[in-house]
């Protein structure tokens, strides 16, 4: 129970770590009063599920307060300022909301291990603290830090454990606020169909399908509708991308999505178990997208499926260690052949 104790406690810290260090090492992108005037460029805008709170923070005396102290306290003798910008009430409250959401994402992986088997019950937390603090916290170029993102990675992680747990109602229910928080909650759909893929009963997999589409889409129409005369960003920036790729310096950040890892789970994605390969590839086209839409050197982008990589990655650890322990034959080692 102390060793429980003493894990669970490193965890927490190594948490609040990870966030501190997202907001301080990384400056704001966007312009909270924008954001809460509703003028902001899209897609920005859409995520509106956290604008309510940024709004109640930016008239919240108390948070007032602890911004200015923590501006006065944020600057050494000779008037240099620690860190990258000052803080606001809207900061403050999005690292709270932040730590939280990483707690919840952290206790989502715990649980979802246990669904997928793991012998170490705290490595996917660990696995998850790896890849966000070196996708998100550790860059060197796009540094900025957006108040929905570590939101959109709890919601998304607690659709990917329903998943895991074929509890087609509680993601259904979850999918209007995942949806509210940020468009890429679809992609929780096409992880439903891999998980069931083998079912059966195809036409009542279609019909789950179809209603995680149908608890989708009228949240993003309407807000669609209510920031349909904003600037938009959206657009596939496949061409700035592969240009970005003529310049070496580029290549450690980009490479650095899920913690450098991403090629390993490719090479050795044939330990995983045949559920764990259903929604290996039911990923791929999730990933195609983002790569199409998003810009690379922004390794967060891929932060919705930082939990399914980790415990993929866990899993080929578990089995290469297991056939260590008992012995047996190695696995061949990769090949282009696969």
Request: proline residues 6%; aromatic residues 14%.
């Amino acid at each position: 129970m102390q060793r429980k104790i003493l894990i669970v406690a490193l965890l927490l810290l190594a948490t609040v770590h990870c966030v501190r260090s997202l907001f301080y090492e990384n400056v704001n992108l966007l312009s909270f009063e924008r954001l809460e005037a509703g003028t902001e460029n899209l897609p920005y805008q859409g995520r509106c599920l956290v604008i309510p709170l940024l709004r109640w923070a930016h008239s919240n005396p108390a948070l007032n307060r602890a911004a200015a102290t923590a501006n006065l306290h944020n600057h050494a003798p000779d008037g240099h300022r620690y860190g990258p910008e000052p803080e606001t009430p809207e900061k403050l409250i999005s690292m709270a909301v932040g730590v939280l959401c990483l707690i919840g994402l952290g206790i989502v992986a715990t649980l979802a291990g246990r669904v997928t088997g793991a012998k170490l019950w705290w490595l996917p937390w660990v696995m998850v603290l790896v890849f966000l603090y070196t996708g998100y916290a550790a860059r060197t170029k796009q540094n900025f830090w957006h108040v929905f993102d570590l939101p959109a990675y709890f919601l998304f992680g607690l659709g990917t454990w329903f998943v895991l747990r074929r509890q087609w109602l509680p993601l259904l229910l979850l999918m209007p606020f995942a949806a509210a928080n940020r468009e890429t909650a679809i992609f929780l759909a096409a992880l439903w169909l891999g998980a069931v893929w083998e079912e059966p009963n195809r036409w009542k997999t279609a019909l789950q399908v179809l209603g995680l589409v149908a608890a989708w889409a009228p949240v993003r129409i309407v807000i669609w509708s209510w920031y349909r005369y904003n600037q938009t960003e959206v657009g596939g920036r496949i061409v700035d991308n592969l240009h970005e790729l003529t310049s070496m310096r580029s290549w450690p950040q980009i490479a650095s999505a899920f913690g450098f890892l991403l090629p390993i789970l490719f090479l050795y994605r044939r330990d995983l178990s045949a559920s764990s390969q259903r929604l290996f590839w039911a990923m791929m086209p999730c990933l195609a997208v983002i790569l199409w839409y998003g810009v690379w050197l922004e390794t967060r982008i891929f932060g919705e499926f930082f939990l399914l990589a980790a415990l993929f990655l866990v899993e080929i650890i578990d089995k290469r260690l297991l056939r260590d322990a008992i012995g047996g034959p190695s696995c061949p080692a990769p090949s282009s052949s696969r």
